[in-house]
């Protein structure tokens, strides 16, 4: 079980001056809020959605709240990772900026589907601090059982159960997993995360849970489809993380992990079961279309290529033998432009009577689906060489005859 240190307590005492008549800085009173639970985070850890959980702060009056007539989420709940970490939740996060994208914060529950839609967020945090209920990658979020076949009666709360696809995503930490209401303990909890640095790759985390070393075992279809014999040992370390791929994993498709723990002669499966990841789609950027070389004027050489559709920009490469740039990092081979938007380029550092060799490449943007969320820059295969010289000085009268 985590324990909340008083420096945080304190600072989150002065840091709450900054919240008077949203949070109440009185006893917890747990009738007044209908949503039960945690959240938890590998980076962040647990996240309390209810004062009446135990190890919730003490002194505050806070909790997240469904209003069964309208469906408006609102409230607060508590993370411990750092001073006065609060998170609103809908409009109770007005006067902490627009959401991504614009507009005014907000989160609302279908009762038909069981998912809360919208926003939340990390207060202290600034712009990092949004959190998206429902993800752009079509997982059901934060997904509630109501008990007693209603909610908002006496005595009746909204709990979070744990569910694989019950999460929701902050781009500074990744996924926040919702978890059951029962009082979170120092558990072995398993994420999984795709990448394409390089692609198709699965990075696994997971927390301490104190052994010896940590065995991680793939299942190659989704969890749901996996049985015991499913699962292979793709490796083991002493770390905290593992990656996998990219021998070995294919491109959009959907994996299953377990990690063990063991200890001597102890073993321990993560508590959170297997994590289902799917890897992404391997986009590669298209290469130029045929490059081509003349000195037009003197001093200057004067690249034209094909234009790659959805290219960002065009990075140019020279060299002084014909071979010389077939790996782009060898030394004979030298990277003279980047971020050339147009599809021609112009070289002036050029003395005449030598030869020159040039190859392009363009860059295209790819979504990296590992946190926090970004795009990637990926340079294609270069284009064909192509070779000119020119025959005078800038400014010269006269030429080679």
């Known amino acids: 079980m985590y324990k909340h240190k008083k420096i945080y307590l304190l600072l989150a005492i002065v840091f709450v001056l900054f919240l008077v008549g949203r ?14 639970g945690w959240g938890w985070n590998p980076y962040v850890g647990w996240i309390s959605l209810s004062c009446a959980n135990e190890e919730a702060p003490s002194g505050f009056d806070f909790g997240v709240n469904v209003d069964v007539g309208t469906g408006e989420v609102t409230g607060y709940a508590w993370n411990n990772w750092g001073p006065g970490y609060w998170i609103c939740f809908g409009t109770d996060c007005s006067g902490y900026g627009e959401i991504p994208g614009g507009g ?28 998206q209920l429902t993800t752009d990658y079509g997982e059901t979020t934060f997904r509630g059982d109501e008990t007693e076949g209603t909610f908002g ?3 009746d709360t909204w709990e979070t159960p744990l569910e694989e696809a019950d999460r929701a995503w902050n781009p500074a930490i990744g996924w926040i997993q919702w978890v059951p209401i029962e009082e979170p303990t120092e558990e072995f909890i398993l994420g999984a995360t795709p990448s394409i640095e390089p692609c198709p790759t699965v990075i696994l985390s997971w927390t301490d849970a104190g052994a010896d070393t940590y065995e991680i075992y793939r299942c190659d279809y989704d969890c749901p489809s996996c049985i015991d014999e499913n699962y292979i040992n793709i490796g083991n370390t002493v770390e905290l993380t593992y990656t996998d791929g990219p021998t070995g994993l294919l491109e959009e498709h959907t994996y299953c992990y377990k990690v063990k ?9 993560n508590d959170n079961g297997g994590i289902s990841v799917t890897t992404p789609d391997c986009e590669e950027a298209p290469e130029p279309g045929e490059l081509s070389a003349e000195s037009p004027r003197c001093g200057e050489i004067e690249l034209n290529w094909g234009e790659v559709s959805g290219a960002n920009s065009y990075n140019i490469y020279k060299t002084l033998n014909s071979n010389g740039c077939n790996v782009l990092t060898a030394e004979t081979c030298y990277q003279i432009a980047t971020g050339v938007t147009a ?11 030598i030869d020159y060799y040039y190859r392009v490449t363009s860059i295209i943007s790819i979504e990296n689906p590992e946190p926090p969320p970004d795009f990637i820059d990926q340079e294609s295969e270069p284009s064909n060489y192509a070779s000119a010289r020119t025959v005078c000085f800038p400014g010269s009268e006269w030429e080679e005859r």
């Not at 009185?26 to 007044?32: D, E, L």
């Not at 529950?109 to 202290?124: D, E, L, V």
């Not at 599809?343 to 009577?353: E, G, K, S």
Request: aromatic share 14%; charged share 15%; hydrophobic share 40%.
């Open 261 to 269: 723990a063991i200890t001597g002669e102890d073993e321990v499966w």
């Open 104 to 131: 005014s914060p907000w989160a609302s529950y279908n009762s038909g589907t069981g998912q809360i839609t919208g926003w939340a967020k990390f207060i202290g945090w600034g712009e990092d601090g949004w959190i």
């Open 343 to 353: 599809i021609n380029y112009t070289d002036t550092a050029v003395i005449p009577r």
């Open 23 to 36: 949070i109440v800085w009185a006893a917890c009173v747990p009738g007044n809020h209908n949503v039960r």
């Open 153 to 155: 009666g006496a005595g």
